[in-house]
């Protein structure tokens, strides 16, 4: 809404009116502004959902015996994250934008998903929440309105990138006309495109829209797992908010780097026209997880609950998607994709040994950052652990620095492949 003030303003030459042009400046005020509101309304927040007693609720301490400390802290401070990521991005960003119209139906759907999962834990007192198949539905439908978007809509189009020999050296150029593409970028690979309609290239003339197809269920598929994977990292102080924020700093800088052109050519990558609408949401989102973490480091004032997990989660996974680095996620959200497995395997690990009649396990206890604050004396004595080491518990706020460490690595080896190949 500023930026069309300003650019209103800089009609009649108002001094100053025109730095709203900056894509540099917008981001960083929304960084800012996020902060602020955070941080302020958090507190505001945070005081109403204590009078209110929208706390955490209790469960059984023999499935989850971490969360006996934490009863009385309130709960769906998501919402903090949501307005704090909305006003800046509605402030500042351009509305006409196809990319920016997509990240602000993402952040609402999913934050609507939560909060309807959260007030059913919290005010129906069911532990359960909203039954798994309505949020499988929700992600699903997410993924769709992502994916027939960006096969439908005119303004999501990309300029290829080519490698070209001139005078003897090889360079990087980019069509001169914006086109509808199934491409995504691929890392370790020196021609690091891939096109959808390639893997379905068998289908003759129809690959073009069976790769559509392809593309549209890889999104469904993106989606599902990121959000469930940062629903499932939210399980200490400060953990999903700070990975989520190290994750998004990486996307900001990739969607930089798309939407430049100079820049897109060095790293030879596609180039995305209108995609400098993205940094200004993506700043939001990292200024409102960082302002969140204020209240949310340990020991935490406030838990996001599933209102903020599945919307920063979705919100990932669609930036990504809108960006054509879908593919480099295994590697940027590699604890979420851990936090996955680790439930997934431990699960199905331990139906086949009740099939045998016997109790087993792979760890401790999952997603995989409880199993490093496990005791030994808070294991099942008639069940096998295939590992019990560190035998030893760390603290649940070192634990999450060490995984904030591990975030930031994988972040910057993200980055790196682009000129890894």
């Given amino acids: ?12 030459d108002f001094p100053g009116a025109g730095i709203f042009n900056y894509v540099s400046f917008r981001a960083l005020m929304a960084v800012i502004l996020a902060l602020l509101i955070s941080s302020i309304f958090g507190d505001k927040f945070i005081n109403l ?19 006996t400390g934490k009863l009385g802290v309130p709960s769906m401070g998501g919402i903090i994250i949501i307005v704090a990521i909305l006003v800046p991005s509605l402030l500042l960003g351009r509305l006409d934008n196809i990319y920016m119209i997509l990240m602000l139906i993402t952040t609402v759907w999913l934050g609507a998903l939560g909060f309807a999962d959260d007030y ?46 001139k005078d003897g050296k090889e360079i990087v150029v980019h069509g001169s006309n914006d086109i509808k593409s199934t491409k995504t ?18 289908m003759g003339k129809h690959a073009q829209t069976a790769g559509w197809v392809l593309f ?51 790293l030879n990558i596609m180039y995305i026209p209108g995609s400098e ?45 809108i960006i054509h680095k879908e593919l480099l996620i295994p590697i940027l959200c590699g604890v979420f994709l851990v936090e996955n497995l680790s439930v997934i395997l431990q699960v199905q690990y331990f139906k086949k040994g009740k099939k045998r009649g016997v109790k087993q396990r792979i760890f401790k206890r999952t997603p995989i950052h409880d199993h ?29 620095v060490r995984f904030w460490i591990v975030t930031i690595v994988l972040a910057a080896i993200t980055i790196i492949t682009l000129k890894i190949r």
Wanted: hydrophobic share 50%.
């Fill in 1 to 12: 809404m500023l930026y069309y003030f300003f650019q209103w303003l800089q009609k009649f």
């Fill in 49 to 67: 959902l204590k009078r209110k007693q929208i706390t955490e609720v209790q469960r059984d301490a023999s499935i989850d015996p971490f969360n």
């Fill in 120 to 165: 059913i834990k919290i005010f129906k007192r069911d532990k359960d929440g909203l039954h798994g198949k309505f949020k499988i539905i929700g992600q699903v439908g997410l993924g769709l309105i992502v994916g027939l978007t960006l096969y439908l809509s005119p303004d999501m189009v990309i300029r290829e990138n080519a490698e070209v020999k």
């Fill in 185 to 202: 970028t691929i890392p370790f690979f020196k021609n690091n495109n891939l096109d959808y309609a390639d893997i379905v290239g068998f």
């Fill in 216 to 266: 549209v269920l890889v999104t469904i598929f993106v989606v599902t797992a990121v959000s469930n994977g940062a629903n499932l990292n939210d399980g200490m102080d400060g953990m999903a908010a700070g990975n989520s924020a190290i994750i998004g700093v990486a996307l900001g800088i990739l969607a930089y780097v798309s939407s430049h052109l100079t820049f897109a050519s060095y």
């Fill in 277 to 321: 609408e993205l940094v200004i949401f993506i700043c939001a989102f990292v200024g409102a997880l960082i302002g969140f973490l204020w209240y949310n480091a340990f020991p935490a004032q406030v838990f996001m609950g599933d209102t903020g997990s599945l919307t920063i989660g979705g919100i990932i996974a669609v930036f990504a998607i």
């Fill in 372 to 400: 490093f604050r496990t005791t030994m004396s808070q294991l099942d004595a008639n069940c096998t652990y295939m590992f019990t080491k560190p035998t030893n518990v760390f603290h649940e706020a070192k634990i999450t």
